[in-house]
């Protein structure tokens, strides 16, 4: 039956599973890019989503160091994946993105300004450890006394549906971060899976005006208790620990320790947990020039910290040894991050743990130097 009134920001719903292709729709009408995850090339990745049926019903993920695995389960949920490589950020901070382009005219060069463009994004299903990556990057892109204009642009028309998580993976660690498994704040909608229905909590105007003339009720006693019982479990189930009582001072206070070494013997500089990583931002500026010698773009592309030329200034490297490398960006994540932006720089997700070909995990390292430092 459909509902006459709207429910409060705050409140807790139930709607049919299917009642979701119509807030898909409805955003879809008002110009968002609806994005969520789906299976392409049998893995999972963030794309357009038409409806439900385009989500990985059914499927989840086994992952571990260095072990990703995409499978159909005993189940028909939509949100029981936990997400693979790629991240939101991709689309607030694209990997690759024109600043600005130059074409020569007779002896001289005109200038182009970037071609603007500003998606409206409509996030479907971003995890808490996600929410909190992007409000991580929000931080670091729209500070008070600097505005990465492309970043601005993308955020500020975004709309996020998040999902409270209930089945964590083997790399997960959001419960040590605080950043998760529950969503708490962000979120234009918010939903928590049951096996008949969706939970949804209302999180901004827009996502309120969104229900107008949908059919819900509120929430039961009964519904908000599963939602309890199921995020609890997650709770339960996370086994994976980054211990962060003085990590700052951990890491800042033993920067010399020869345990960094031991890493760096691992460790292939391969940067891949650096482009894995939702709230990792180094970046480069990149000039590709026409073959005629008519035109020129300058780009903006992703960069890692782990790139031996990352470091390289006034004739010399700063960042020699892969361990260097290495403990320069587990030293910023999680020690001069929090100096710089009030926050650790790590939620807990575990990509860099899942895809890293060295196995290497951020949170047994840093535990092991804790208990090296205090042997
Ligand atoms: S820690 Fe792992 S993923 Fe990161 S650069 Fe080293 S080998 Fe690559
Ligand atoms: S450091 Fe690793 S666990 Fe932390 S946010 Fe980045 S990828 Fe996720």
């Known amino acids: 039956m459909q509902n006459e009134t709207l429910p409060e920001i705050g409140s807790t719903i139930t709607i049919e599973k299917s009642t979701m292709n119509e807030i898909l729709l409805r955003l879809k009408q008002n110009g968002f890019l609806t994005i969520g995850p789906r299976i392409e090339n049998e893995t999972l990745i963030y794309g357009a989503i038409e409806n439900l049926e385009d989500l990985p019903r059914g499927y989840t993920t086994e992952q571990k160091p260095g072990y990703f695995r995409l499978f159909r389960d005993r189940h028909s949920r939509y949100f029981d994946i936990i997400p693979g490589a790629q991240s939101w950020k991709q689309f607030l901070f694209p990997s690759c993105v024109e600043l600005f382009s130059l074409r020569r005219i007779t002896n001289s060069w005109e200038f182009a300004p970037r071609a603007v463009e500003t998606p409206k994004f409509a996030f479907i299903g971003v995890r808490a450890c996600e929410l909190a990556a992007i409000q991580i990057q929000d931080a670091i892109f729209m500070r008070e006394d600097f505005t990465d204009p492309i970043y601005q642009a993308r955020r500020a028309h975004t709309f996020i549906i998040s999902v409270n998580c209930t089945h964590p993976a083997d790399t997960c660690f959001c419960l040590s971060m605080e950043c998760g498994p529950q969503v708490r704040q962000g979120f234009d909608l918010n939903i928590s899976e049951l096996d008949n229905v969706f939970a949804l909590t209302i999180g901004s105007e827009l996502g309120r005006k969104l229900m107008a003339g949908l059919s819900f009720d509120d929430a039961s006693g009964y519904v908000l208790a599963s939602v ?148």
């Open 228 to 375: 309890d019982q199921k995020i609890g479990n997650a709770r339960r189930q996370m086994k994976r620990n980054l211990n962060t009582q003085d990590l700052p001072e951990l890491i800042l206070e033993n920067l010399d320790h020869p345990y960094w070494n031991e890493i760096g013997k691992r460790c292939l500089s391969c940067t891949n947990c650096t482009q894995v990583c939702p709230t990792c931002f180094c970046w480069n500026v990149t000039d590709e020039s026409s073959l005629d010698g008519k035109s020129t773009c300058r780009e903006r592309v992703w960069d890692s910290c782990f790139n031996p030329d990352y470091s390289y200034q006034a004739g010399g490297n700063t960042r020699p040894t892969i361990y260097s490398r290495y403990r320069q960006w587990a030293s910023h994540k999680l020690g001069t991050w929090k100096q710089q932006f009030g926050t650790l720089g790590c939620t807990g997700c575990g990509r860099c743990i899942t895809w890293c070909p060295a196995e290497i995990d951020i949170t047994e390292e840093i535990n092991n130097l804790g208990n090296e430092v205090k042997r």
